[in-house]
């Protein structure tokens, strides 16, 4: 794979040539692992024409980086409850309740 000549302002990107292959009357175009590992493609994208080009993106999906969002907030330590005196036990719960 080359890199592109300026493609692309913040992010990494490289260019593979494929060929179309037939997919009974449609077209298809095998996009290389690196790319399917990079993007953590799913079954399903978007597709779409713009200014002469094809694009195709991730379909937006909720919670789609939780997992990572939650290792990063844990290894800076930003996991605690922000809440946890406001939901702490009362004098009562402590001393009457009977667990």
Excluded: H, N, Y
Excluded at 15 to 39: E, T, Y
Excluded at 73 to 97: H, V, Y
């Amino acid at each position: 794979m080359r890199q592109p000549a300026d493609r692309s302002k913040d992010t990494a990107s490289a260019v593979a040539r494929a060929r179309l292959a037939k997919i009974g009357k449609s077209r298809g175009i095998p996009l290389p692992r690196a790319f399917l590992d990079q993007l953590e493609l799913d079954e399903e994208v978007e597709v779409e024409v713009q200014d002469g080009q094809v694009v195709i993106r991730l379909v937006p999906r909720r919670r789609r980086s939780w997992d990572k969002q939650f290792d990063g907030m844990t290894a800076r330590g930003d996991d605690r409850l922000l809440d946890a005196k406001a939901f702490g036990l009362s004098s009562w719960d402590e001393e009457k309740w009977v667990w």
